[in-house]
């Protein structure tokens, strides 16, 4: 029997394996690594590379964004150490909303930088990413419908912010709630009422929003007269008023345009109005027309005109009537009239003799 080579290990199916299968296995393993090994070198190092570009732009753009919004909010203290620094900018309110705005586009910035960067690198392992894809648009789909009122207060806090619709500190009126803004987020804003009650109102349900505190405000105040004044002199008390409210402090800077008389508003046959109008600062309206109303009034009564709801006028002396007292004549006073006829009374009825 010839010798042969004791083998090195037991196959359960092909028997025991020999040095020299051994050999050629470790032959052929050796070239397969040397002709792969270029192949993983290249993909290592373009998954390495994908890696570090995308960490790399990630921290640029978070970096330039943060240094973005710092500057923003420099500009907005600086602003408001000014003058009109606290008519032009709300530091609050322009902190919140640049912090909101970076925080959104860092997100962005992330989500996008991040998302392809593992396509790439599900690229390089030659995955083929159809299925997957489509099973994303699949899942977002989904969540989209089942999640749609988050998304929908989301998107719409974004272009909130973005537009600069409202901020902190102003007075708007949101449909289903008004009040001072407090807060402004990218999914609930928060007001607080006259009464010093909270609201939180969801971005997705604000349809229509007025914004009393952006521009100007109008102070309207209505003086109503007797119809026998003279309407220029009415004029002419309101605009010497009217004058010296606005030569006078504070008064002067929440005034931004002339007090205007606009003319009658309304006529009627006991009394007349006039409407008395002028531009204010933003929320400075209703003390604009308190102050107003005060000093009309106090001009009024020096000129000597009457304002409608105040004292009654004194009656004229006059020589009275005497025939004011007595009754008008009547018909029935005549006996012999048809009327004074109809009212006697009738004389009383005969007995009638019955007997025979």
Same mark, same amino acid.
């Given at each position: 029997?010839? &010798? $042969?080579a004791?083998? /090195?290990?037991a196959?359960?199916l092909?028997g025991p !394996?020999t040095?020299?299968?051994?050999a050629?296995k470790a032959t052929?393993? @050796?070239g397969w690594?040397?002709e792969? &090994?270029s192949?993983w070198l290249?993909t290592?190092?373009?998954?390495?590379l994908?890696i570090?570009?995308?960490?790399? /732009?990630?921290m640029?753009?978070?970096r330039?964004?943060?240094? /973005?919004?710092?500057?923003?909010?420099? =500009?907005?203290?600086?602003v408001e150490?000014t003058a009109?620094?606290?008519?032009?900018?709300?530091a609050? +309110?322009?902190r919140?909303? =640049?912090?909101?705005?970076g925080?959104?586009l860092r997100s962005?910035? $992330?989500f996008?930088i991040?998302?392809? @960067?593992?396509?790439m690198i599900l690229g390089?392992f030659?995955?083929?990413?159809a299925?997957?894809?489509a =099973?994303?648009? !699949?899942?977002? *789909?989904?969540?989209?419908?089942g999640a749609r009122?988050l998304?929908?207060d989301?998107l719409s806090?974004v272009?909130?912010?973005?537009?600069?619709?409202y901020?902190v500190?102003d007075? !708007?009126?949101?449909g *289903?709630?008004s009040g001072e803004?407090i807060?402004v987020?990218?999914?609930v804003?928060k007001l607080?009422?006259?009464n010093g009650?909270? &609201?939180?109102?969801?971005?997705?349900e604000?349809? +229509?929003?007025?914004?009393? $505190?952006?521009?100007? @405000?109008t102070a309207a105040v209505?003086?109503?007269?007797?119809?026998?004044?003279d309407?220029d002199?009415v004029?002419?008390?309101?605009?010497?008023a009217a004058d010296?409210?606005a030569k006078d402090?504070? &008064?002067n800077?929440?005034?931004?345009?002339?007090v205007?008389?606009l003319?009658?508003?309304?006529?009627?046959?006991?009394?007349?109005?006039v409407?008395?109008?002028?531009?204010?600062?933003?929320?400075?309206?209703?003390?604009?027309?308190?102050?107003?109303?005060? +000093?009309i009034?106090?001009a009024?009564d020096?000129a000597?005109i009457r304002i409608?709801?105040g004292?009654?006028?004194p009656a004229?002396?006059?020589?009275?009537?005497?025939?004011?007292g007595? @009754?008008a004549?009547s018909?029935f006073?005549s006996?012999?009239s048809?009327?004074?006829v109809?009212?006697t009374?009738?004389?009383?009825?005969?007995p009638?003799?019955?007997?025979?």
């Open positions: 029997m010839p &010798w $042969s004791p083998s /090195l290990a196959d359960p092909n !394996v040095l020299d299968e051994a050629q052929n393993a @050796a690594v040397e792969n &090994w192949t290249n290592g190092l373009r998954i390495l994908i570090v570009v995308a960490l790399l /732009l990630r640029a753009i978070r330039a964004l943060t240094k /973005l919004i710092e500057r923003m909010n420099r =500009s907005a203290q600086a150490g009109l620094g606290g008519l032009l900018v709300n609050e +309110r322009r919140q909303r =640049s912090e909101a705005i925080s959104v962005v910035a $992330s996008l991040l998302g392809t @960067a593992g396509l390089a030659k995955i083929d990413l299925p997957l894809l =099973s994303a648009g !699949v899942a977002g *789909v989904a969540i989209g419908f009122n998304v929908t989301f806090g272009f909130m912010i973005l537009e600069d619709q901020g500190g007075s !708007v009126d949101a *289903v709630a803004v807060e987020g990218l999914r804003t607080r009422g006259d009650e909270i &609201w939180y109102v969801r971005n997705g604000i349809k +229509r929003i007025g914004n009393l $505190s952006q521009g100007w @405000a209505d003086v109503t007269v007797r119809p026998t004044e309407l002199h004029r002419s008390v309101i605009t010497e010296a409210l402090e504070p &008064w800077e929440r005034l931004w345009g002339p205007e008389v003319g009658l508003n309304e006529v009627l046959l006991d009394s007349m109005t409407r008395v109008a002028a531009k204010t600062m933003p929320g400075k309206a209703l003390g604009v027309e308190r102050e107003l109303r005060w +000093r009034k106090r009024f020096e000597g409608v709801g004292l009654p006028a004229e002396e006059s020589t009275p009537d005497p025939t004011a007595m @009754a004549p018909a006073a006996p012999t048809p009327q004074g109809a009212a009374p009738l004389p009383p009825a005969q009638t003799n019955l007997t025979k």
